[in-house]
């Protein structure tokens, strides 16, 4: 039995493959131009003088194990927010996703309206907001906190968006099937629904 190859996209004729590999050759050449361009200026500043990358190659330098040590503290921040946010977005995304699953018409549409929202806002601004205007409202947090949060409501709001299109491709016989079992409607969802979508 042989494998059928399924494709995404109609199969290119041979001249569409060749002006494709033309505009893939002409932009890695403009790229590599243009990196060719930019590393040469800096060469030209005495960017890659041994006395600017002493500090992070040298280790008889002074400054050599407070750089490293001041990286080594900036990378485990950084993954420990990451493991942090990535954690607390799975759980407020499904929280979004219940709540437009369960709510009533307005608490869904509430939930989606903000969901888009925070979806639509560059992740900078979310954090500026959680780290600048949040407060001022009374809610006071560490800088890792507010970094966390705003990581958590960005990336919830994107997961709960997929997890909603996950809900919306299960089959409805499955939720009428669970209510013809006299299941509740949050049984449905967690037993049910979730699983499939997920």
Known sequence: MSERT???FDELNPDEKHYLRLVTTAGLALFAAAAGIMIYRLWLAGQ???QKWSPLLNPSDKNFTLIWKF???GLQATFSAAVASIILSGIAA???AAIVYLGGNVTSKVTRGFTNVVRATPLLLIIFFTARILPEYGMATTEFGYL???LTIFNGAIMAEA?????KAVPAGQSEAAAALGLSRWTTFTRV???QAS
């Open 163 to 167: 997890l909603r299109g996950g809900l």
């Open 193 to 195: 629904m979730l699983p």
């Open 6 to 8: 399924v494709h995404m």
């Open 48 to 50: 890659f003088s041994a």
């Open 148 to 150: 966390v949060l705003a």
């Open 94 to 96: 499904v929280g979004f």
């Open 71 to 73: 990286l080594g503290t």
